[in-house]
């Protein structure tokens, strides 16, 4: 058995991470370079967004050969050098295995185009529907309809992603075959880690259906009954063959009941899945490109059925705030500004200290921000390109729909990393592929190493869950769950109990702790020392931590 319960997990986004060669791109050896920057804040793996070669319309989640670098990266021999060196410090890689859909230059479908019956059944090819409506009424995850017309034939191919990402057909027993081949492939480098993009797609029904309710079709299309199967297929061809795999699915709108199945061990799914319910709180509607402030009470409802339910029926956590698709959550969920500091390590307590897996995302543990570009034009992500001309179609002005880009781009995470405060941050000696944010004169990895702020604090937190059972172990309570500012838990292994507070908010507040917790101890706290009393007050973005043994 793996021991991910105590490990923290550190996601890299490889073109924002770190230069070597001065091309305006991260690469591989300047990964390589900052392992000792890695090692000193104590993970154990480095989550790397994909590395393959790729024609780059999503950022390599776009995939055109699943067993080659893409040279913007470096080569094969630099990976294989970041695997050792990375080994020596302790530290493992885990890749991101994006199987649910291939880039439209992949051979594979080229073929298919050519006319290759083989490989067309490698895809999802459907013709219009009876009245000249497309094969479904499903709508592209990035904006538009899913389907696109294939070549030039009668038939469709499906994307819910981006029209040149097009979805396997994993119905065909030689897809399944060659995407584990592409698994093992990776293993034989030494690899034990897998991210697994988007996994819960690719049980797809065998005759596609119209979403009924005229929605944009995700019910017709995830957590079908099929993910679990073919997760145990996965599983037992490829990872489930190592006992120190660690896995993640990432579950696209996904449900507590099917994370329950897809984590418990004794199923031999995943180690642990990714669900995003809780970075949805500022969805007004359940829509994305609104605009409107995060709703705390829901945010703790989410946080604490999932942290139960999990607890209780044996499934496991990812826990994150930030990945390469989420704003910065210091911006979102704290205050940026005169707080900056205070919540951001509020934030990280929240979750490090929780049941499940913790994962920090490049710049998160120096508190980087969202970077509040002003044009569009400094902005690069499809999805927001997208969605910045059908928001003007729907008629609002371009000031608005600025502010919700400002608010809610995935570009927010993928500006360089601050590495200090010299030219371009020390990302790169060139023209960096995507504007910095304009703080990094203040925020920066150089100045947060230097004192005691959101680094140490981070430093503190790992070191803590490798030490404390009830941290990687305990079971998940929730505690005072209608406190108006506080978000509250309990976590529990035999005698052993501990009790997280988090002020989430910029005002002081009060709250009543058990009366035992008055003799625990504090493990961790982001403010100066203080009593420990039966009525707790906590000032601005406060967090701590008491332990009773
Ligand atoms: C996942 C990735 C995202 C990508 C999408 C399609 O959601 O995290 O970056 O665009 O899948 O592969």
């Known amino acids: 058995m793996s021991d991910f319960k105590k490990k923290v997990i550190y996601q890299i986004y490889p073109k924002s991470f770190n230069d070597s060669n001065g091309d305006g791109v991260g690469d591989l050896p300047g990964i390589t370079q900052k392992l000792p920057y890695l090692s000193q804040l104590g993970i154990e793996m480095i989550w790397l967004s994909p590395i393959y070669a790729s024609p780059q319309k999503d950022n390599g989640y776009d995939i055109s050969d699943y067993c080659q670098v893409d040279p913007i990266f470096g080569t094969m021999d630099d990976f294989e050098e970041l695997v050792t060196e990375a080994k020596k410090l302790g530290i493992e890689i885990m890749l991101d295995m994006v199987l649910n859909h291939t880039s439209t230059e992949h051979i594979w479908f080229k073929k298919a185009l050519a006319g290759d019956k083989k490989y067309q059944d490698y895809y999802l090819l459907r013709p219009a ?11 592209s995850k990035f904006g538009g309809p899913a389907w696109a017309r294939f070549g030039q034939t009668d038939l469709y191919y499906l994307h819910l992603f981006d029209v040149t990402q097009a979805d396997l057909n994993w119905r065909n027993p030689e897809v399944r075959k060659e995407l584990y081949q592409v698994v093992n492939f990776w293993r034989e480098k030494g690899v034990h880690g897998f991210r697994f993009d988007v996994i819960n797609l690719i049980g797809k029904d065998e005759v596609l259906l119209d979403d009924p309710t005229g929605g944009d079709g995700k019910p017709m299309y995830t957590d079908r009954p099929l993910v679990h199967e073919y997760l145990k297929e996965l599983n037992e061809a490829t990872f489930g063959k190592d006992a120190s795999s660690v896995t993640v699915g990432e579950m696209s709108a996904t449900s507590i009941e099917n994370c329950v199945l897809y984590t418990q061990p004794q199923r031999k799914e995943l180690s642990m899945v990714f669900n995003f319910h809780h970075l949805k709180v500022d969805y007004l509607n359940g829509e994305k490109w609104s605009d409107s402030p995060f709703n705390f009470s829901q945010l703790k409802e989410l946080f604490h059925s999932w942290g139960e339910t999990m607890s209780e029926q044996n499934g496991w956590n990812a826990l994150f705030w930030n990945n390469h698709d989420q704003p910065r959550a210091v911006s979102r969920f704290g205050e940026d500004q005169q707080y900056r500091i205070q919540s951001a390590q509020m934030l990280a307590a929240t979750i490090h200290l929780s049941r499940g897996t913790p994962y920090i995302y490049q710049g998160e543990e120096i508190g980087m921000t969202n970077p509040n570009f002003e044009t569009i034009e400094e902005y690069q992500d499809v999805e927001t390109l997208n969605m910045y001309q059908e928001l003007i179609k729907n008629g609002l002005g371009p000031e608005q729909v600025m502010k919700r880009i400002r608010a809610k781009s ?26 910095l944010a304009p703080n990094y004169l203040e925020v920066n990895a150089k100045m947060e190493q230097g004192h005691t702020g959101v680094y ?18 305990g079971s998940y309570e929730k505690y005072e769950p209608d406190h108006p500012s506080i978000y509250a838990y309990l976590r529990r292994l035999g005698t052993k109990r501990l009790l997280v507070l988090n002020n989430f908010y910029a005002e002081q507040t009060e709250i009543t702790i058990p009366t035992e917790f008055v003799q625990g101890s504090v493990l961790i706290h982001n403010y100066a020392k203080k009593k420990l009393e039966a009525v707790m007050t906590l000032r601005p973005y406060e967090t701590l931590a008491i332990y009773l043994d």
């Open 456 to 473: 140490a604090f981070y430093q503190e937190l790992i070191a803590l869950r490798k030490k404390y059972a009830v941290i990687s172990d």
């Open 129 to 139: 529907q009876a009245d000249g409506r497309l094969p479904t009424n499903w709508v």
């Open 410 to 435: 995935r570009d927010n995470s993928r500006t360089p990393m601050q590495w200090n405060a010299e030219k371009n941050a020390g990302f790169t000696t060139g023209t960096p592929w995507m504007k």
